[in-house]
């Protein structure tokens, strides 16, 4: 099994609400990532989870929090997002988060903001 | 400023013949190399890697070859099939104590004719 899974797979929220979205993966990877991709550009980095704990914050708004509840599963917490904001939101998880191991990633959640 | 670069947005192939993608990249701390395939409205799927150590790595119907005195490094899709019509992204990674960062290339898109 080389699935990580999203949900939702859309999301449209207003600026004024707040929303979650969710990854999981049973390969038994100890790192998980969360990744933003705005259309015809490569996914950037936001977060990296090693061990459950928080590793790698690229320097991302506050109005983005991560979470990571057990090693099997990742949350994004979205709270008063800005239109700019809306893109592909991709997770992806590799077995440990040092060098040499590659990432399988989700589908994605497409996430508007209006 | 781009770390990770390919050159070329898109590229056409007959089937049959070869596809060859690539990818350049600045930062000499860069250990670990990544090829994925990305089609629309899914996330990207890991094809194939290879380690600074070495300068090839092949994988059925991919090789990719490193060059590490030119920071350069090619896929190359031997024989082309209209299924790998896709967009390519290179990716690089090093590991920055906390963890594996990966950066993503802004993405080749292939077609390969019939």
């Known amino acids: 099994d080389t699935e990580v899974t999203q949900t939702p797979k859309h999301l449209v929220m207003g600026m004024t609400n707040k929303k979650s979205l969710k990854c999981e993966q049973h390969?038994?990877?100890?790192?998980m990532y969360w990744y933003k991709q705005k259309a015809k550009k490569p996914p950037e980095l936001m977060f990296v989870y090693s061990y459950e704990k928080l590793s790698i914050n690229e320097s991302v708004p506050s109005r983005f929090s991560p979470e990571c509840p057990n090693s099997s599963l990742l949350n994004l917490h979205l709270h008063a997002l800005q239109p700019e904001d809306s893109a592909l939101y991709l997770c992806?998880?590799?077995?440990?988060?040092?060098?040499?191991?590659?990432?399988?990633f989700g589908p994605g959640t497409r996430l508007t903001v209006t | 400023d781009q770390q990770v670069k390919q050159n070329s947005p898109s590229l056409s192939v007959q089937e049959g013949r070869i596809s060859i993608l690539n990818c350049d990249y600045t930062n000499s701390m860069f250990d670990y190399f990544l090829w994925y395939k990305k089609y629309p409205a899914e996330g990207p799927t890991f094809l194939i890697s290879i380690s600074s150590i070495k300068d090839k790595n092949e994988d059925g119907r991919f090789t990719v070859f490193l060059n590490k005195s030119a920071k350069h490094l090619s896929l190359h899709i031997v024989p082309s099939q209209p299924g790998d019509s896709a967009v390519y992204f290179c990716?690089?990674?090093?590991?920055?104590?906390?963890?594996?960062?990966?950066?993503f290339g802004p993405g080749t898109r292939l077609s390969v004719l019939p």
């Open positions: 390969m038994g990877h100890r790192a």
């Open positions: 990716a690089a990674s090093e590991w920055g104590g906390y963890g594996q960062n990966f950066v």
């Open positions: 992806a998880s590799s077995q440990a988060a040092t060098s040499g191991y590659e990432q399988y």
